[in-house]
């Protein structure tokens, strides 16, 4: 699973060739909510060694169209994964005071520090999707900032924190049914921003920027997954897998302590 739908670094990364319904991980819906529901048991034993171990920590990053699931994801995949060593930065527009710094500033202060899961709902390529298309900076100072980016992962994994990024591929049609859901029940219209909609009118020129991002900064380091999110079961089981199967090979230990514990008694 670990493998699966990675986009392998200097390769074309087409959207288009990518089907976002696809369930053929899984033989059945049955079959992936089981397997999600046996790897977020796992994937919370993994953190509680991770947190223990204190020495290296993990980053996710989620990036998707509007309804893409990234709200979601985090709480079919870490809702039951212990609070106190996970950390959601949800990255909205930048502040004044964000502003004022270089576009990575705020990234690498929500950087998860060493024994800590963090989780990126949005993230600093957010520089080159919605400010590109959107045309808020030059084309050639967002040019500079793939590099730019590709340098700040490295500096993390070089550092000790392992970076997992998923691209949530949903379909314009399954988008359209989300918004419209959104409108049609009152307990869900804080979830619409009219602002979706006309990012919406900019699907093509979205998607190009998604390839843009997805071949020049899927690296050895930090490869890029694409991960198809018509199908809410499917996105989270494949999600799920991919993380347990990660801190599975980062195999985290608790610390073997120096004293003997049966010198000590409880009274």
């Not at 953190?47 to 169209?65: C, I, K, T």
């Not at 997954?225 to 195999?251: C, F, Q, S, Y």
């Amino acid at each position: 699973m670990a493998n699966s739908f990675q986009v392998k670094p200097g390769k074309k990364a087409k959207l288009a060739d990518r089907d976002p319904a696809d369930t053929s991980s899984f033989k059945s819906e049955e079959h992936a909510r089981t397997k999600l529901a046996e790897d977020i048991v796992v994937i919370d034993k993994l953190q509680d060694r991770l947190y223990a171990e204190g020495r290296r920590s993990l980053l996710v990053v989620l990036q998707g169209m509007d309804t893409a699931g990234k709200d979601g994801t985090i709480r079919g995949v870490f809702n039951q994964t212990g609070p106190l060593g996970v950390t959601v930065t949800a990255f909205r527009q930048p502040s004044e005071e964000e502003r004022a710094h270089d576009f990575l500033w705020r990234a690498h202060l929500a950087a998860p520090r060493r024994g800590t899961i963090g989780i990126f709902n949005r993230s600093h390529y957010e520089d080159v999707l919605v400010v590109k298309v959107r045309k808020i900076a030059p084309g050639k100072e967002i040019d500079k900032r793939y590099d730019q980016i590709n340098a700040f992962e490295n500096i993390l994994t070089q550092n000790g924190t392992t970076i997992l990024k998923f691209m949530l591929h949903i379909s314009k049609k399954e988008q359209r049914e989300r918004l419209q859901e959104r409108l049609d029940d009152p307990e869900k219209h804080w979830k619409f921003n009219p602002g979706d909609l006309d990012d919406r009118k900019l699907w093509d020129d979205y998607q190009d920027a998604y390839e843009t991002m997805l071949e020049r900064c899927s690296t050895d380091d930090a490869p890029w997954r694409v991960i198809p999110a018509d199908h809410k079961w499917a996105r989270n089981a494949a999600i799920a897998g991919v993380v347990r199967e990660t801190l599975e090979a980062m195999d985290p230990q608790y610390p073997k302590v120096t004293w003997d514990p049966k010198s000590f008694t409880v009274e």
